[in-house]
């Protein structure tokens, strides 16, 4: 089985820098998604990591260390249109041949002023 | 650019009603996927398919079924719609290997 973990809220100040952590428990580690979800709409790709190591997209980061069952979202330069749900989402491919991703319960990031 | 298509946003129904919630992709995705999402417990799966007429459990299977008679549909259905069925069900497709999913905007279930 797999265990995701990740905050269920945060808050940060627009301008500055947020890191969203996500722990994974899984056998068969076969990649890690990020996924962004604004109210009332469809989750969207951020990020895919299945190697260690940071992946930089711009203002958004994610880094994996597959190791430590460790990952998180860096968000630099915060605008108010990030605030939003943030999913992790893990595939393990000892859950069947198909690598289905299980998604942790979601960060909800809050962006004031 | 990839579009999942679900046919209603809104559906309101009455306890002990067959409901089917209709999926549509347009990128020829082997994959496709029902979740719910719900407050607190984020999405959960329900079904799956890697390809027509194929169908896997999901981790909530019970009291849905789901039906893939061509690669771009994808149904579910409430066999008899109970009020804990109410909830926001999204689908979702990918192509093979290690693609992301895509997503449907979702459609907000309420069981009467």
């Known amino acids: 089985g797999q265990n995701i973990d990740q905050p269920t809220e945060m808050t940060a100040t627009e301008g500055a820098i947020v890191q969203i952590n996500c722990t994974y428990q899984?056998?068969?580690?076969?990649?890690l998604f990020w996924y962004q979800q604004h109210a009332g709409e469809a989750p969207t790709f951020l990020s895919y990591?299945?190697?260690?190591g940071l992946e930089e997209k711009g203002r958004f980061s994610s880094f994996l260390s597959r190791s430590k069952g460790y990952s998180y979202l860096l968000l630099k330069e915060l605008q108010m249109k990030d605030s939003a749900s943030y999913l992790c989402?893990?595939?393990?491919?000892?859950?069947?041949?198909?690598?289905?991703?299980?998604f942790g319960r979601g960060t909800s990031l809050i962006v004031h002023p | 650019d990839v579009k999942v298509t679900q046919s209603s946003r809104y559906l309101v129904k009455r306890t002990g009603e067959k409901v089917f919630l209709e999926c549509v992709q347009d990128?020829?995705?082997?994959?496709m996927f029902w979740y719910r999402q719900d407050p607190g417990l984020g999405l959960r799966l329900i079904y799956f398919?890697?390809?027509?007429?194929?169908?896997e459990k999901g981790d909530i299977p019970e009291g849905y079924s789901v039906s893939r008679e061509k690669k771009e549909r994808f149904s579910l259905i409430l066999e008899s719609a109970s009020t804990n069925q109410t909830s926001m069900y999204l689908c979702?497709?990918?192509?093979?290997?290690?693609?992301?999913?895509?997503f449907g905007d979702g459609t907000r279930l309420s069981i009467l």
């Open positions: 979702a497709s990918s192509p093979g290997g290690v693609q992301p999913q895509h």
């Open positions: 899984t056998s068969g580690f076969n990649g």
């Open positions: 990591n299945v190697l260690d």
């Open positions: 989402a893990v595939r393990d491919s000892s859950r069947g041949g198909s690598y289905i991703p299980t």
């Open positions: 990128m020829d995705h082997e994959n």
């Open positions: 398919s890697y390809d027509v007429k194929m169908k």
